[in-house]
């Protein structure tokens, strides 16, 4: 049965710029955010007035079992879906109201996806992968190679360059995709389970490059159901149906 989404009765005019002084400082900001499907009959509240800020420089780790919402809100985060009520601030402007074309160009500005299965294309040479998000937004072709390969560079992978995915390791093509996720200087990186199809030395290692990338200034949001990858995290935020369950600062 296709879920459908609820919309709030009244959408208020898009503002621009965060209403608090210290905007400058918080990267995220929700308010009572919710996500509200229907079922046949049935209303699923995925997401039940969620509340939080990250700040500009954190690492956080979004933390949670199946159905616990954890997906539905990087979806959020990541400006690929919209709530059903509430408010989302990134980077000083608010998103939950923005429409298609608005929030594709802020997916391709403000975030650094970084996905489980890699999304890398096969037959393209990393360099060429690294390069994509650059070409969607118009870079000239000398000026996106030299951001590509700084990208690649910055995640040691500068000697395989010309190899394409099935000539690299699966450690090899993760690092790929952070340097996409990297090339365009991103307000955020988003981490959706990223070691989950490695193995744990491999995952280590991946772990250890976002923890580079952090001590870099680069803001952090993982999202994953491993308590040993969360741990990497300098916060947990723990979801448990709908909601914030837990808040915890670890470094």
Not at 84 to 92: D, F, I, P, T, V
Not at 108 to 132: D, S, W, Y
Not at 161 to 167: A, C, G, R, S
Not at 200 to 227: A, C, F, W, Y
Request: with cysteine.
């Amino acid at each position: 049965m296709v879920a459908t989404m609820i919309q709030p009765e009244t959408r208020p005019a898009v503002q621009k710029q965060a209403p608090t002084a210290d905007s400058r400082e918080v990267m995220i900001r929700t308010d009572d955010l919710w996500k509200t499907y229907v079922m046949g009959d049935e209303e699923i509240h995925a997401l039940r007035g969620v509340t939080f800020e990250i700040r500009r420089g954190e690492y956080v780790a979004i933390i949670g079992p199946s159905g616990s919402g954890k997906s539905t809100l990087m979806n959020m985060i990541g400006c690929l879906d919209t709530p059903s009520k509430g408010e989302y601030w990134l980077n000083g402007k608010q998103v939950s109201q923005m429409d298609d074309d608005e929030l594709a160009y802020i997916r391709n500005k403000e975030i650094g996806f970084v996905f489980q299965t890699f999304n890398l294309l096969p037959r393209a040479t990393a360099l060429h992968n690294v390069e994509l998000p650059l070409i969607y937004n118009g870079t000239p072709a000398g000026k996106r190679i030299e951001m590509a390969k700084k990208a690649l560079e910055s995640v040691e992978l500068g000697h395989r360059m010309t190899h394409k995915p099935n000539e690299l390791s699966g450690g090899q093509r993760q690092r790929v995709a952070i340097a996409r996720a990297l090339v365009n200087n991103p307000s955020i990186i988003l981490a959706d389970e990223p070691t989950g199809n490695l193995d744990s030395k491999t995952s280590e290692e991946i772990m250890q490059v976002l923890e580079r990338l952090h001590d870099q200034g680069n803001t952090i949001i993982l999202v994953t159901h491993e308590p040993d990858v969360a741990a990497h995290a300098h916060r947990v935020l723990t979801i448990l149906d709908g909601q914030i369950y837990k808040d915890e600062r670890r470094k």
